[in-house]
């Protein structure tokens, strides 16, 4: 405890952007993997295909993505949009699969009754398929958060600052504090993360709350998102 009280500033520095790096590629991976997902789950024919090239992506090993991505995307060694880049790859690799599975699990009868009721198809993804694909869609981003926050370490042997670095510095200067406080960080960076996760989950998928009843879950989600 004495070594993290003596270098508080450090730490909560190196915590910010470890924050930071793990953010923008949870929501990058998210927001992008909506469309690719809906490609997946309406054409059998692109399902395949795409969920095989997220696969293979996610298959890559990170530190030589990371190594790469400067003579891809043209940035500099220790750009931090490296990671950013690389790890957003990774988290659209996951939620592509996610999202796909996630909007073939909502019922056909309610997909019928959005559309006897007058839904376009536009207005009946954003008010009915998705709402109802968002416990299997929040189940995924989990995943994807708490490997982004893990896979962010590794980012330091590039040299791009976070609590990965902490491993490197520890271990080079046998520093077991040192190590260890970026260890701990990080689980309570992905516990936050996870817990507001659920959360948000919570706060915007409220008949969720109802029990494990999939048709009571059902009638109160087509109730909530039609007002029908």
């Keep these: ?32 993997s909506l469309p690719i997902g809906w490609v997946a789950n309406r054409y059998r024919v692109s399902r395949g295909i795409l969920l095989t090239l997220g696969g293979i992506l996610y298959a890559i090993p990170s530190l030589p993505l990371f190594v790469a991505m400067p003579a891809l995307i043209g940035t500099q060694i220790l750009d931090p949009k490296n990671v950013v880049f690389a790890l957003s790859l990774y988290a659209l690799a996951l939620m ?7 909007l073939a699990s909502v019922p056909g009868d309610v997909m019928q009754s959005a559309t006897a009721i007058g839904f376009s198809t536009w207005r009946r993804f954003w008010a009915v398929e998705l709402p109802l694909a968002g416990p299997v869609l929040l189940a995924g981003l989990r995943v ?22 902490m491993f490197v510095q520890g271990l080079n200067q ?8 970026g260890i701990v960080g990080i689980i309570i960076i992905a516990l936050i993360f996870d817990l507001a996760l659920v959360l948000f989950g919570r706060l915007l998928m409220p008949w969720t709350r109802l029990g494990t009843n999939k048709r009571v879950t059902r009638r109160a989600a087509l109730k909530a998102v039609t007002g029908a």
């Excluded at 270098?7 to 924050?19: E, R």
């Excluded at 994807?144 to 670095?165: E, F, K, M, P």
């Design 174 to 181: 046998y520093n077991n504090a040192e190590v260890v406080t």
């Design 96 to 102: 592509v699969r996610t999202t796909a599975d996630a």
């Design 144 to 165: 994807v958060s708490v490997s982004t926050v893990s896979l962010v370490s590794v980012g330091s042997l590039v040299g791009v600052s976070n609590l990965g670095t």
């Design 1 to 32: 405890m004495s070594w993290l009280w003596s270098n508080f500033g450090l730490v909560w520095d190196l915590t910010v952007a470890h924050v930071t790096l793990s953010v923008f590629p949870i929501v990058i991976g998210f927001i992008v």
